[in-house]
T-cell receptor, first 109, second 114 residues
Framework: QKEVEQDPGPLSVPEGAIVSLNCTYSNSAFQYFMWYRQYSRKGPELLMY????GNKEDGRFTAQVDKSSKYISLFIRDSQPSDSATYLC?????????FGKGTRLHILP | ETGVTQSPTHLIKTRGQQVTLRCSSQSGHNTVSWYQQALGQGPQFIFQ???????GRGNFPPRFSGLQFPNYSSELNVNALELDDSALYLC?????????????FGPGTRLLVL
């Protein structure tokens, strides 16, 4: 079993819809939980991070962590075509960061 | 833009050759991490350098090595290149080690091994 599981998609949704992206993990030792956005031919850009269970909101983005279920989510409200990218979940354990495979998201105008 | 730069942007090598990739960290950052991202995969941690010392390593063979310089820029060296080394190589700089909230990625170097 991989430490971090993420559905690679692609996920296509119409503009304005709410997007839900998810990851599961197996290692209880993970301390920090992050979401990165990666546009084609670019490096990942940090969107959200959290270190506790619950929700964290930043503009149109909400990160949710459920440590008891080992499940994290990223919600995007009022999705825009510019949100089309690959979204990577990532988790910190001791001395390294483990990334999911990434989910390719397409927002249809 | 994050202020992290990498060179070159693209590189083509043949199997068995050696390659050196370079990274300049964001101003004020003293830690550089290197990642390998194969097509359709998430980045995989190679190693991290903190104040010129290796500070954590992922599951990569010794032919992957690195350096960090006094100005905190860094190099990734790969010897005896294999076809599977073809990937996007990313560096990320930070000021507090591996706390994710401060890791800023460069645009990457795309390496193709033929």
């Amino acid at each position: 079993q991989k430490e971090v599981e993420q559905d690679p998609g692609p996920l296509s949704v119409p503009e304005g819809a709410i997007v839900s992206l998810n990851c599961t993990y197996s290692n209880s030792a993970f301390q920090y939980f992050m979401w990165y956005r990666q546009y084609s031919r670019k490096g990942p850009e940090l969107l959200m991070y959290t270190y506790s269970s619950g929700n964290k909101e930043d503009g149109r983005f909400t990160a949710q962590v459920d440590k008891s279920s080992k499940y994290i989510s990223l919600f995007i409200r009022d999705s825009q075509p510019s949100d089309s990218a690959t979204y990577l979940c990532a988790m910190n354990r001791d001395d390294k960061i483990i990334f999911g495979k990434g989910t390719r998201l397409h927002i249809l105008p | 833009e994050t202020g992290v730069t990498q060179s070159p942007t693209h590189l083509i090598k043949t199997r068995g050759q050696q390659v050196t990739l370079r990274c300049s960290s964001q101003s004020g950052h003293n830690t550089v991490s290197w990642y390998q991202q194969a097509l359709g995969q998430g980045p995989q941690f190679i190693f991290q350098y903190y104040r010129e010392e290796e500070n954590g390593r992922g599951n990569f063979p010794p032919r992957f090595s690195g350096l960090q310089f006094p100005n905190y820029s860094s190099e990734l060296n790969v010897n005896a290149l294999e076809l599977d080394d073809s990937a996007l190589y990313l560096c990320a700089s930070s000021s507090r080690g591996l706390r994710g909230e401060t890791q800023y990625f460069g645009p990457g170097t795309r390496l193709l091994v033929l």
